[in-house]
């Protein structure tokens, strides 16, 4: 069906100019460990994110599982790690994944972020970090949260994989905390196809990272760590390499979808958007909508709905971590209810940056339909 409008649709650059890219490939013959193409997308992030230190990955997964394990958290017996409920189930799962135990906080109704006062109240002598996560596009109260890590000596990872490019008050999200994760996942903002990295504060972690994602191998006959395999290859770094080229442009054209959600959706009653945060230029990852009980119609009424239409949209995030059958009788929902009413209401709408005024408003006459 042609009219279908899906959920994202990921950025591509134009065909000649990524052939370009990889065509240095069949010369060198060099396809992956930390190529030439590696090196050179290493250094435009650099300059793009304003950072010093920047670890390529083969995915954001991994590369949060990484950072956990380079910075050897729970190596002093504190084993405990303060995250939200409201992620994508790889936040959690890294934590668990690297013998961790992950504690549940819960987050603040209207950024949808980590609660600084939740955080503080589940700290015990047990906990060694807080592994935050961005939503949206939208930031965490970085301050307060950098504060109760220093206060209580508390390792700050963020899960930064819906923040790339984000900025506060002119600081790269990217330079908050110890180390921040991002995802250049296909559906994200900035895609290498799969990809991701880490950006992190202390220069040391660097030789760290770079052999726990080669094997652990510290050099040609040391074998240090128990590392994984998490190296990106030469052709998913040409990818970024491009598409870095021509962020600017799809943030602006998000910006511009946006824009159009928010005349059209704005004032109803019941429909609850997201608005900017002071000092925060947005990437406009993700169009969410939070369906309240007096719309007339439920989240799950619309997202049927937008269906019949050929139109796809996605609860996100939905259900909470806590509900994951993989974690049954270890958390529970019920201690997190902010967490719980937002994830049972919220909605995220197509976002793409080619997503054209007119399918907006079908969209939104759609959504608006549903209101009786
Ligand atoms: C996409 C995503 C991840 C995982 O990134 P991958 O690159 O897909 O491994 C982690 N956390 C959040 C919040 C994400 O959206």
Redesign the pocket.
């Known amino acids: 069906m042609s009219d279908r409008i899906l959920v994202t649709r990921s950025s591509m650059p134009p065909l000649d100019e990524y052939v370009r890219e990889i065509a240095p490939l069949w010369e060198s013959h060099w396809l992956t460990n930390m190529g030439e193409k590696h090196q050179q997308l290493e250094e435009d992030l650099k300059r793009y994110l304003n950072v010093s230190n920047v670890a390529l990955?083969v995915?954001?997964?991994?590369?949060?599982e990484c950072v956990l394990e380079a910075m050897q958290l729970g190596a002093d017996g504190r084993r405990k790690v303060i995250t939200t409920p409201f992620?994508?189930?790889?936040?959690t799962h890294?934590i668990v994944r690297v013998g961790l135990e992950p504690v549940l906080a819960d987050i603040d109704p209207v950024t949808y972020t980590l609660d600084p006062e939740s955080v503080e109240a589940l700290i015990d002598d047990e906990t060694c970090a807080i592994v935050p996560?961005?939503?949206y596009g939208k930031l965490c109260d970085v301050d307060a949260l950098a504060d109760i890590a220093k206060r209580h000596n508390l390792a700050l990872v963020y899960?930064a994989?819906?923040a790339f490019g984000v900025t506060r008050n002119g600081v790269s999200s990217a330079s908050f905390g110890d180390a921040a994760?991002?995802?250049?996942?296909a559906?994200?903002v900035f895609n290498s196809i799969?990809?991701?990295a880490v950006c992190f504060a202390d220069p040391a972690l660097g030789p760290l990272l770079d052999q726990w994602k080669n094997f652990g191998i510290t050099s040609q006959e040391d074998v240090e760590y128990v590392g994984g395999n998490a190296k990106m290859n030469e052709f998913a770094a040409a990818m970024g390499i491009c598409n870095l080229r021509h962020l600017p442009e799809e943030i602006a054209k998000r910006k511009k979808v946006t824009e159009r959600y928010r005349e059209r959706l704005r004032g109803h009653r019941g429909i609850v958007l997201c608005d900017e945060q002071p000092g925060v230029v947005s990437n406009y990852a993700y169009f969410p909508v939070v369906f309240e009980d007096d719309f007339g119609a439920t989240r799950d009424d619309v997202f049927e709905e937008l269906h019949v239409y050929g139109i796809y949209s996605r609860k996100y995030?939905h259900p909470l971590v806590s509900d994951f059958a993989c974690y049954a009788g270890r958390f529970d929902s019920n201690a997190t209810p902010v967490a719980k009413h937002v994830a049972k209401r919220v909605l995220t709408l197509p976002m793409y940056a080619d997503l054209a005024m007119s399918d907006i408003d079908r969209i939104c006459d759609v959504v608006l339909g549903c209101a009786r």
């Open positions: 990955f995915n954001g997964h991994t590369a949060l992620t994508f189930a790889s936040t890294a996560v961005h939503v899960d994989a819906h994760m991002f995802s250049f996942h559906t994200k799969e990809g991701g995030f």
